[in-house]
């Protein structure tokens, strides 16, 4: 929107563009007019993602010079800057994302740290591997912020939102092969409520199964704002402050991109890539999630191979939560490797 009026200004400005008359003066400020929305324009277009908890992932790290640390979702290098920033002037940091677009605009922003930092395509899922292929095989720290950024949510043609008009994707890596058209057009009903049920902990499932099956015998859906209309037809239109697909996008965004079972391969890789004195910092935004970090961080501190410094998760601050909503479901757990 702001390019199509960028370039529309700059027409106009050249347009008038007739050297010493006032038509020039106007041509100029159309120019400016121009440049200004082309500079609006392609900020809109950049990778746009507020790090959540920041301030307290650094504080739980405790990254130090010279240290080696892991961001195992770099998304567009938020959190990684500011512990490149703390661990200065020599520390490293191997930053991994599945999605070649959130690691392009990590590689930008975090061009100023030069070889400190290194970035690979990959699943946290396989963390151990890509660390120690990446010569992190030891690290002082790793962080996890999970799910899906504002970027993300933000491309309609990546299908997370229930907001656009937009295919049924969902898929954090591009290249996996599962969508999340093909779940809700392939999936048999009772397969479809179970997930539904367990993924996004909604309780209208059986219903809302029904009404997709209905619907794709008639024709596959494929859009997200027609999947968003089922759903909300199924539960009787949206009552409250939160609009009836949320579980339902929840759910198919973790199956499509087997989340659970992703995080619960991770945190034993993690704690294993840890060096005594280590911490693991991890950001958790919906109760399945977290369950999985709480349990796991416990198992481990049983084990006497972690000590819990969280007692009980950190919650963004009031200032934080009004500042950026998306905050307002984080919740993160440190753990700092015993032996
Ligand atoms: C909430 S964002 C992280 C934002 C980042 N902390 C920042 O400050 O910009 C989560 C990122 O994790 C990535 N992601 C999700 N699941 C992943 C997985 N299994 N392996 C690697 N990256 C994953 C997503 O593509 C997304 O870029």
Not at 24 to 43: H, I, K, P
Not at 194 to 204: N, S
């Amino acid at each position: 929107m702001n390019l199509v009026l960028s370039s529309w200004f700059s027409v106009l400005g050249s347009w008038f563009s007739v050297p010493g008359s006032w038509f020039s003066v106007l041509s100029s400020r159309f120019l400016v007019l121009g440049s200004w929305f082309l500079v609006l324009g392609s900020w809109f277009l950049e990778y746009h993602h507020t790090p959540v908890l920041l301030a307290e992932v650094v504080a739980g790290l405790l990254p130090r010079p010279g240290g080696r640390y892991i961001d195992g979702t770099v998304g567009g290098g938020g959190h990684a800057a500011a512990i490149l920033e703390a661990s200065s002037p020599n520390g490293r940091l191997l930053g991994i994302d599945c999605d070649p677009a959130a690691l392009a605009a990590a590689a930008a922003r975090l061009a100023p740290y030069g070889d400190r930092v290194t970035l690979v395509r990959g699943s946290f899922r396989e963390i151990g591997q890509l660390a120690a292929t990446s010569g992190f095989a030891q690290v002082e720290g790793v962080v996890l912020d999970l799910g899906v950024s504002s970027y993300q949510l933000d491309m309609p043609e990546r299908g997370f939102s229930f907001q656009s008009h937009a295919p049924l994707d969902m898929r954090f890596d591009p290249d996996a092969l599962v969508t999340a058209a093909h779940l809700v057009n392939d999936l048999p009903e009772q397969e479809l409520a179970d997930l539904i049920f367990r993924y996004g902990e909604e309780r209208g499932s059986r219903r809302i199964a029904r009404a997709i099956v209905e619907a794709r015998q008639r024709k596959p859906l494929t859009t997200t704002d027609e999947l968003a209309a089922i759903v909300s037809r199924a539960l009787g239109g949206q009552r409250g402050r939160i609009h009836p697909a949320t579980r339902t996008f929840q759910a198919l965004r973790i199956a499509v991109n087997d989340e659970l079972a992703s995080l619960e391969a991770a945190l034993p890789q993690i704690v294993n890539l840890l060096v005594p004195g280590g911490r693991m910092a991890i950001i958790a935004f919906h109760s399945l999630e977290d369950r999985i970090v709480k349990h796991t961080l416990r198992a481990e501190a049983q084990a006497g191979r972690l000590r819990i410094i969280t007692r009980k998760p950190v919650e963004a601050s009031v200032e934080e939560q009004r500042a950026n909503p998306r905050s307002r479901s984080a919740r993160l757990r440190v753990a700092e490797r015993v032996l």
